[in-house]
C-alpha cells in the first residue's frame, strides 16, 4: 500500500505519516518504484498510533509508547503505566464532567421548581 492509499484509507494527512515515517515508527517502509509501500505490520503499527491519538495521547507520547512497543516484551510495564496515567486522567475528567452535569441539573431544578 502507498503512502498515498494509507492515507486516504486512514483518513490522516500525508504530512503525518511522513512525520511518523521521519520517528521511524512505522517499521520497514519500503521504496518501491518512487512511492512507499507499507506492509502489513506497518499498517498495524498505524492503527496503534492512531488509537494512542484516539484515547488522548500526544505526539510525543505516542512517540515513547511506540519506541517501546518495538523494544518487545520487556517494555510492558512501561507501557502498562502510560496506559494507567492516561486512565486515571480520562476518569478524572469524566468526574469533573460528572460534577459539572449535577450543578447543570440543581439549576435547571431550582428554574423548573420556581415555575
Not at 460528572?98 to 431544578?109: G, V
Request: contains cysteine; proline residues 1%.
Amino acid at each position: 500500500m502507498t503512502i498515498y492509499e494509507a492515507s486516504e484509507q486512514y483518513n490522516i494527512p500525508i504530512e503525518i505519516l511522513r512525520e511518523y515515517e521521519s520517528w521511524g515508527l512505522c517499521g520497514e517502509v519500503k521504496k518501491v518504484m518512487g512511492s512507499w509501500q507499507y506492509d502489513d505490520g506497518d499498517l498495524e503499527r498505524l492503527s496503534m498510533i492512531m488509537t494512542l491519538h484516539d484515547i488522548g495521547f500526544t505526539n510525543e507520547e505516542v512517540e515513547i509508547y511506540m519506541r517501546l512497543l518495538t523494544q518487545g516484551e520487556n517494555t510492558e510495564d512501561e507501557r502498562m503505566d502510560m496506559l494507567n496515567k492516561k486512565r486515571g486522567t480520562a476518569l478524572d475528567e469524566i468526574h469533573f464532567k460528572q460534577k459539572q452535569l449535577d450543578r447543570l441539573d440543581y439549576l435547571r431544578y431550582k428554574i423548573q421548581a420556581s415555575k
